[in-house]
C-alpha cells in the first residue's frame, strides 16, 4: 500500500507558473523586447493558451470518464470492516466504496482521477509548446550546427519530464498515467503551435500567419492567380501584376500600391489586438 503524500513535490500553483507563467514571461520578453512585434506576441500568447486550455479539458474529460485508481488509493481510502482495518490476510473480495473510513470526499473522490496525469499533460503542454515557439525563431535546422540552440530548446521539455516525474515518486500516478498525460499535452502542443505558425524547419519559422482576413492572390501576366499570403514576404513580382482581394468573397482587382497600404493598415490594425 503506498502512502499518500499530503504535500506534493510540485503543487497545483507551482505547475502554474512553471507551465503557464514562464511560456508567457518568455513570449512576452522574446516577442516584445527582442522582435518588437505585438502581433507575434499575440499570436504566441494564443498559441500558449490554446495549448494548455484544450489539453486541460480534455485531460479531465478523460480522468473523469475512466475513474481509474491512484497508486496511493487504499491510504486514502482507509479501508475498515467491522471496526478494524482491511489486512492483505482478508479473502479476496469485490469492495465498495462503503468500506472507506475517510471522511474528506473530495480526497477520496481525487483518488479516482488517476489516468491521465493532469501535471504531465499540463507540463508538456505549456512548455513543449514553448520550445516549438523558441525553435522557430532561432531555427536550430538551419545545418549551421550551432549546438546551443539545441540544448536551449531541451531545457523546457526536460523540465516538463521532471514534472511528470514527479508525479509517480509522489505515488499520485502510475508510469502509464504520465506517459499518455505527455504524450497529449505533446500532441496539443503541436496543433496548437501550427495554427498560429509554420513549421520548425521553415524558412520563415520566425513569422507568424499572417491575420485570418488577409488573403491575397497573385495575378500573373498570363491571367492565372498564385497564392501570396503576406505580400510583404513576397519576391519576384512584376509592376504589370495586380492583387485579387478575395477577403470579403469579392474579385476586385487591386493594384500593388493598393493592396501595399492595405496590407500595411492590416498590420497596424494587428498590432493594437494586444
Sequence with gaps: MFPYAEKETIPTWALALIAVVFPVVVIAVVG???R?????????????LVSVLLTTIFTQVIKVTVG????????????????APLTQDEPLHLWTIDVCS??????????????????ASTS??????????????????DRRGYSLKVVVLVIPVVAALMVAISRVQDYRHAAID??????IGIIFAILAYH???????????????PPRDFSYLIRDSEGNTHEAGNFEHVTGIQ???????????????????????DSLNKSQDASHLV
Design 124 to 141: 508538456f503542454a505549456g512548455l513543449f509548446y514553448i520550445s516549438l515557439w523558441l525553435g522557430g525563431k532561432m531555427h536550430p535546422f
Design 239 to 261: 509592376p504589370n501584376n495586380t492583387f485579387v482581394d478575395e477577403t470579403r468573397n469579392s474579385s476586385v482587382e487591386k493594384t500593388i500600391a493598393e493592396a501595399r497600404q
Design 178 to 183: 504520465v506517459t499518455w498525460g505527455s504524450i
Design 36 to 48: 518588437r512585434s505585438p502581433y507575434d506576441f499575440h499570436n504566441g500568447i494564443l498559441g500558449l
Design 68 to 83: 481509474k485508481h491512484r497508486p496511493d488509493f487504499l491510504s486514502r481510502c482507509q479501508p475498515m470492516l467491522n471496526g
Design 32 to 34: 516584445l523586447g527582442v
Design 195 to 209: 495554427q498560429y505558425y509554420p513549421s520548425v524547419t521553415a524558412a520563415r519559422s520566425h513569422v507568424p500567419h
Design 102 to 119: 475517510q471522511t474528506d470526499h473530495a480526497i477520496l473522490k481525487d483518488g479516482f482521477r488517476s489516468f491521465p496525469s493532469g501535471h
